[in-house]
């Protein structure tokens, strides 16, 4: 081996044997390090889990304080991946870290803009937003109790089951109806009577159920009438305007509109008033002189009338 190669071997050799020592020196301190990364994850977990259980079940803002529980576990986690690098020697790491993931946030900010987009407007909705939990809310065409706000979209429970997942994007950016937001909802019926019957009269009736109704609301700020609201092509068609209490939106306004409306039917037909079906217009065309029809007659009535006759 000529002396060129010996020395060759001998660089190598020597290279591996200082790193080895190196690593035998630095491995009790990324044994450390990965220790703090456990315990600070941990630490984490349990500090999550007790703010969980005694703040969140009394937080007026269970949504706030799920986001916030969240955003908790998320930044102790990152503090103690930090920390256990400075403990393991590894601080340039830990800056090259820093700054790779601002770079990268820049790169990854235009690669997925939607999904950056959505977890900005959760922060922001976690702070400021126009519904709680529980809340019946509609966004666009999407209708349904508010369930869960995390950091990319919001989870609407629909009332026919369904569960859709809304972009937070999309909640901060479009018109969102707050059905829940004070307590109170106007809904509304129409009643068709007719042309024959008193006006005055069917709407007095109707408003006696109104005032008389336990489940909608009573007071001077919600006041529940009739009136006369269209001239339809066979009936007067009176709208009935009622409150009602929409902190359970299901019940309170579908099942007290429907009762209200077999009730008013009911009355009414008591009261000897007419609820007319719409008129049907038969009309002839080219040729036809006559509108060809067919009765199709009971033979029980036809004995009876030959019986009579």
Sequence with gaps: MSAIQQTAAETVTESIHDYYNAFLEILPRIALGILVIIVGVLIATLLTNIYKKRILKKAEDPLMAKFLAQSIKLVLTVIAILIALQVAGL???????????????????????????????GI???????????????????????KALNFRY??????????????????????????????????????????????????????????????IVHDKDHENFVFEDEL????????????????????????????????????????????????????????????PLRMIQDPGNIDRIEKEG
């Excluded at 569960?163 to 937001?181: M, Q, R």
């Excluded at 007067?236 to 007290?256: E, H, M, P, Q, R």
Aim: aromatic content about 10%.
């Design 91 to 121: 601080s340039g790491v830990a800056t090259g870290i820093l700054t790779a993931a601002g770079g990268a946030a820049i790169v990854l900010g235009f690669a997925f803009q939607d999904i950056g987009k959505n977890f900005l407007a």
């Design 124 to 146: 922001i909705l976690a702070f400021n937003r126009p519904f709680s939990i529980d809340d019946t809310i509609k966004v666009s065409d999407l209708f349904g109790k508010v």
């Design 154 to 215: 919001m989870h609407l429970k629909t009332f026919d089951g369904r569960d859709i997942y809304v972009p937070n994007s999309d909640v901060l950016t479009k018109p969102v109806e707050n059905y829940t937001a004070d307590g109170f909802f106007r809904n509304d019926f129409v009643v068709g009577i007719g042309y024959e019957d008193d006006i005055d009269r069917a709407k007095h009736i109707i408003q006696s159920i109104l005032n008389e109704n336990e489940y």
């Design 232 to 291: 339809a092509t066979s009936t007067v068609n009176l709208k009935v305007y009622f409150w009602v209490n929409t902190l359970d939106y299901k019940k309170s306004a579908i099942v007290v509109r429907g009762n209200l409306i077999r009730e008013v039917k009911q009355q009414l037909e008591d009261e000897g008033i007419n609820l007319p079906a719409d008129i049907q217009e038969l009309k002839l065309y080219g040729n036809e002189k006559d509108i």
